[in-house]
């Protein structure tokens, strides 16, 4: 097949009706774009006919060069011409605000997005060498996932339920195991751990643990239970993930591996470790809602009209379609890990 005409470096956001029949351009030609206007004709090129099942906002590729057509799957990223860097100190961007950090643990940047500051939040005890907080909620504008910051002191956590919901948790630092309807997984520092919707979690900590729990739907606040349940979905044993090198996906200078997705049965809620390096992203969105765990590193978090510095223990709150790009301004760059929902992908964007 010959090569396509990239149309757009980047994917086309569009609102599909239901039932509605759209034929997408898969040759880069059409002036119509993403659609097709028969400029392919006397090519090897044939549009991609999709028909919606129902109303939705998705995001059909530009480039032309996606796997999954007509949909965009990142494949612009890791174009020689995509342009992923951005200038700091452009013009526009020097009309960016600084918004300096108070004493709140959060600081609010455009629309309902927000960096938490797990170093300046107030964490709420529970039992015995237990402690957490609420950094991304309902209350606070999330419409897809919550995510909880816990502390651990060496010994065993309460029983944490998934209350029916998708749950994943991040360990931050420390080291143990986690039991799931009786079952224990070791994890260490840098591990992702899957809970499914019907069991309930409890760490059993051999060092102080810090992690970051997520639930997709989203909950105001952790259920605990007074004992452990003996649920355990054995259809999908593999629990916790780690860090492989060998499984990461570059994408353009930056790289990221999949921790929890798919196939370990979690159909809705993603997790992934990237690293993003000295630079400053092109601004971007996504479909997808987000809240992104700075692990290192410093840096700056952008919106259209705000901006605020961040670093480790820093988390990242990201509406859907809310622009945004991330800069690291050190050496080493920073290592992050995300959370999306719903979404299976980190690398599309529009
Ligand atoms: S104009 Fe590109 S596929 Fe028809």
Redesign the pocket.
């Known amino acids: 097949m010959p090569t396509p005409t990239i149309a757009s470096p980047k994917g086309y956001y569009f609102e599909v009706k239901a039932g509605q029949r759209y034929?997408w351009?898969?040759?880069?030609?059409?002036a119509k774009q993403p659609f097709?206007?028969?400029?392919?004709v006397g090519t090897e090129?044939?549009?991609v006919l999709f028909v919606a099942r129902k109303d939705e906002d998705v995001i059909f590729c530009g480039c032309k060069h996606t796997g999954t057509a007509p949909f965009c799957d990142g494949a612009h990223n890791n174009l020689a011409t995509y342009e992923n860097e951005d200038d700091p100190n452009s013009e526009a961007n020097a009309k960016v605000a600084q918004v300096p950090h108070g004493a709140a643990a959060e600081v609010p940047l455009d629309g309902t997005c927000y960096v938490f500051s797990t170093a300046r939040a107030t964490l709420t005890p529970r039992g015995e060498g237990f402690a957490y907080c609420p950094v991304v909620s309902p209350a606070k504008g999330a419409l897809f996932q919550s995510q909880f910051y816990v502390e651990l002191q060496p010994g065993s956590s309460p029983v944490v339920s998934a209350d029916g919901r998708e749950t994943v948790l991040f360990v931050t630092h420390g080291e143990g195991e986690v039991e799931i309807g009786g079952r224990r997984f070791a994890f260490t520092q840098r591990s992702g751990i899957y809970v499914r919707p019907g069991e309930a979690w409890r760490v059993h900590a051999s060092a102080p643990v810090k992690l970051y729990v997520s639930n997709g739907p989203g909950a105001e606040d952790l259920v605990f239970l007074d004992a452990m349940p003996e649920s355990f979905d054995t259809a999908h044993p593999g629990r916790v993930a780690e860090i492989d090198p060998s499984q990461r996906h570059a994408m353009a200078e930056r790289s990221f591996q999949m921790l929890i997705n798919r196939e370990h049965g979690s159909l809705v809620i993603t997790q992934f470790i990237g690293n993003i390096p000295l630079s400053k992203a092109m601004p971007h969105k996504h479909l997808y809602e987000e809240a992104l765990i700075f692990l290192n590193g410093a840096g700056v978090v952008w919106t259209e009209n705000t901006k605020t510095t961040v670093g480790a223990g820093d988390v990242l709150f990201l509406p859907r379609k809310q622009t945004h790009s991330v800069q690291c301004t050190v050496e080493g760059g920073f290592d992050v890990v995300g959370v999306i929902y719903p979404g299976d992908n980190p690398s599309i964007n529009y």
Do not use: V
């Open positions: 034929l351009c898969s040759c880069g030609r059409s097709c206007d028969n400029s392919h090129f044939k549009p």
